[in-house]
């Protein structure tokens, strides 16, 4: 089945260390997003990628840092300068070919639950 | 970015018809409006998209009035799986990608 996997869903780090959050995706999309969601909040956006070797800041990126080598793959560490890292985060991707019947949606992971300690 | 305003949360009986409305009054001439729902600790799914004319698929219909200033989605029969945030979205072109910007959702309590 094709799919957007993130890992681990828990994770816990001691303040001023830096964790990277794993979403891989294999359903050949080109595009791939990091959002946050706070505690009875929305998503907000912060990163995203249209293509591989491509990466762009959205709306809350600082403290965070990405990297797209592979197109499956869109890495996000949680660094230490990110003053208040607590929060559920999303991976999502999406098709960039019009023809897609998909190419509206955005197709999303079942989430990290990141704790800082 | 234009923004949406919805309510912060709505009650139905299962299998009756659920109407979640969105004001949108700043949507812009080339914005889509997108729902998405979240179950607990899940992350969200699209429902549904339009542009100007109402549309229809198997989880639910969309409603968009002519001025498109607001909009509604409709659950046909609610089930007790439909209990969610729903979120009202304006997907538009922003610095040369589609960016969804997201509120803070109606959360959708549905009892037997």
């Known amino acids: 089945d094709g799919g957007i996997t993130q890992s681990p869903k828990y994770l816990f780090r001691k303040e001023g260390q830096n964790v990277t959050l794993s979403c891989e995706q294999n359903?050949?999309?080109?595009?791939m997003y990091w959002y946050r969601q706070d505690p009875g909040q929305g998503l907000r956006l912060i990163y995203y990628s249209q293509i591989v070797n491509d990466f762009q800041k959205g709306d809350i990126a600082e403290g965070y840092s990405v990297s797209r080598e592979k197109k499956e793959s869109f890495p996000l560490t949680v660094t230490s300068a990110q003053k208040n890292p607590t929060a559920f985060y999303l991976c999502a991707s999406r098709s960039s070919a019009s023809g897609d019947t998909t190419y509206n949606e955005q197709f999303f992971g079942p989430g990290t639950r990141l704790t800082v300690l | 970015d234009a923004k949406t305003t919805q309510p912060n949360s709505m009650e139905s009986n299962e299998e009756e018809p659920v109407h979640l409305p969105c004001n949108h009054s700043?949507?812009?001439?080339?914005?889509?409006i997108h729902w998405y729902r979240q179950l607990p600790s899940q992350g969200p799914e699209y429902v549904i998209h339009g542009l100007t004319s109402n549309v229809n698929n198997r989880m639910a219909s969309l409603a968009i009035a002519e001025d498109r200033k607001s909009s509604t989605l409709i659950l046909h029969r609610a089930t007790l799986r439909d209990a969610a945030v729903y979120y009202c979205i304006l997907r538009g072109i922003s610095g040369g990608y589609n960016k969804l910007i997201f509120g803070a959702g109606t959360r959708l309590a549905v009892h037997p």
């Open positions: 359903l050949n999309h080109d595009a």
């Open positions: 700043t949507i812009s001439g080339t914005d889509y």
